[in-house]
């Protein structure tokens, strides 16, 4: 699956994404850390890809930006599309669990994935703590939990998207409840869920 996201072209791919620009998503982000976290915090994006929801956060005037994905790619099409984030981030190419390992603790004030931590394979859900560990203050997900705004499909924990990528259903406010964060924000939608959480000190 890392192989195939790595190689993606078409639909999903660094310039799909790039194309379709901002969007909701895009500004509910914005807005959650413009007021949890400020426009002088350290944001990082897992599964960045070429950067839309990054470049949004850049002209709102975020300046200390850092991006994770897979796809190289992605970088490509970033350089294109948006030279200024490209020029004043820092940015990973790899898979998220071998990159946010490297970070220190607290590393950033905030932590934000869009569709990427569902496609996580079981085996490798030890880097959600991982996010936690990096993560000083806050963490959105925007995730697929199951079929919708009403969730679950029967049971089901998995589905494939195209009948290619698993995408594994997870309540999240479970998984980050485990790992002693709190959420303060829970807004399904018709596709994804928007969670906000604060991260506790662990002290």
């Known amino acids: ?33 413009e007021h949890y976290v400020g426009t002088d915090g350290a944001i990082l994006e897992v599964g960045c890809s070429s950067g839309r929801h990054l470049e949004h956060l850049r002209q709102s005037g975020f300046r200390n ?20 984030l490209y020029e004043n981030g820092e940015f ?29 394979h079981p085996e490798d859900t030890w880097v959600f703590e ?5 993560a000083d203050e806050l963490l959105i997900t925007v995730e697929n939990e199951g079929n919708g705004a009403t969730r679950g499909r029967e049971g089901n924990e998995v589905s494939y998207v195209n009948d290619e990528f698993p995408l594994y259903h997870r309540n999240w406010k479970d998984v980050f409840s ?17 969670r906000t959480f604060r991260v506790m000190d662990g002290d």
């Not at 990973?92 to 496609?119: C, K, W």
């Not at 991982?130 to 990096?134: A, D, G, I, T």
């Open 1 to 33: 699956m890392r192989r195939d996201w790595a190689e993606r072209e078409g639909e999903f791919s660094p310039t799909y994404y790039a194309h379709r620009g901002v969007d909701e998503t895009s500004e509910r982000i914005r807005e959650a850390l």
């Open 65 to 84: 930006l850092t991006g994770i994905d897979l796809n190289d790619e992605a970088f490509d099409v970033m350089a294109e599309e948006y030279p200024d």
């Open 92 to 120: 990973y190419v790899g898979a998220i669990e071998d990159v946010v390992p490297e970070f220190d603790d607290d590393r950033f004030d905030a932590v934000y994935s869009v569709e990427t931590l569902q496609h996580v």
């Open 130 to 134: 991982e996010l936690v560990r990096v």
């Open 178 to 194: 485990g790992l002693g964060a709190v959420q303060l924000i829970e807004e399904p939608g018709e596709r994804d869920t928007f």
